[in-house]
């Protein structure tokens, strides 16, 4: 466990170098505990939660069925990956995908979508129960029970390469999709993994924004399965959440329900639309404030 919390680290530092060097910091309200601050205290609370369902589960199987440790030890490895990345992302995408439905759901899923800025650290601003609920959480000391670590080591490099380069704002993306020449294996991978341009829609308002379409973590395939995949190829004109919905203290939205308030931030200024030949439509996407009110994404 020990491996994985300082491989996670290692790549947090390395993005966040690129991101420092390229000026993502400098960005108006980016260097505030209402962003930053509470999305790098959400970093130490996933590792904190992840080393504890190793504990948890580790010590579960060794007293209700000790007989189990490396049973699939001579299972290969070739088939043991596809298929734990397979089952942990589709069990993300139907619990992403709920957190947008069920209210109290998303009262616990939303603060990964209040940043108004895009960088590495808002991969893992959640509430701590986001963290408690995802199945990979547990199903990843389980792999590791059963006789393949390699398989989650490798599980766990593609997931954190491919989440940190979703949430970051650096769009290398764009140029790869215009060329003629990367252009044909771009329109296959944009619908195989997730790449910054479609999870950016998830995060984003405004005309390239959509909070019920593209759920998919890693791989955004099951989007294109279940029908909830957009591909805009452009930039967002804002993220995070829509005008109107209150915004609760980073304690609160981090640790509710021990910690509770009252108090709500100033709710955000609207998006300007982009240019004056593009016409904004009416957006398909509901948002749900933590008191059940549905908001809509314009």
Known sequence: MLHSTVFVLVFLALFAALELALGLYRRTGVLTMRELGASLVSVGVYLVIRGASFVAVTWALGALWPGSEGALAGVSSWLVFPIYVLLDEYG????????????????????????????????????????????????????????????????????????????????????????????????????????????????????????????????????????????????????????????EPWAEQLFWPFVRSTKKSARRRPIEPTPPEADLPMAEAVIYTADGCAVVVR
């Not at 995408?93 to 209210?103: A, G």
């Not at 764009?174 to 993994?193: G, N």
Request: hydrophobic content about 45%; overall charge positive; some cysteine.
């Open 92 to 247: 993300i995408y139907w619990v992403h995908r709920k957190s947008h439905e069920w209210p109290w759901l998303w009262r616990i899923h939303k603060p990964h979508h209040v940043p108004r800025n895009m960088n590495i650290a808002v991969t893992y601003r959640e509430n701590w129960l986001w963290d408690v609920l995802l199945p990979g959480m547990w199903m990843a000391p389980l792999v590791v029970w059963l006789g393949h670590p390699g398989a989650y080591v490798v599980a766990l490099a593609f997931r954190t390469l491919i989440v940190l380069v979703e949430h970051s704002d650096l769009r290398w993306d764009l140029h790869l999709q215009q060329s003629r020449f990367t252009r044909p294996a771009m329109r296959v991978l944009e619908r195989i993994v997730s790449l910054p341009d479609t999870h950016h829609v998830h995060h984003g308002v405004g005309r390239f924004g959509n909070a019920t379409k593209n759920y998919g973590a890693a791989l955004i395939c099951f989007d294109w399965i279940h029908g909830t995949l957009m591909i805009p190829h452009a930039r967002q004109e804002g993220f995070g959440l829509p005008e109107g919905a209150p915004v």
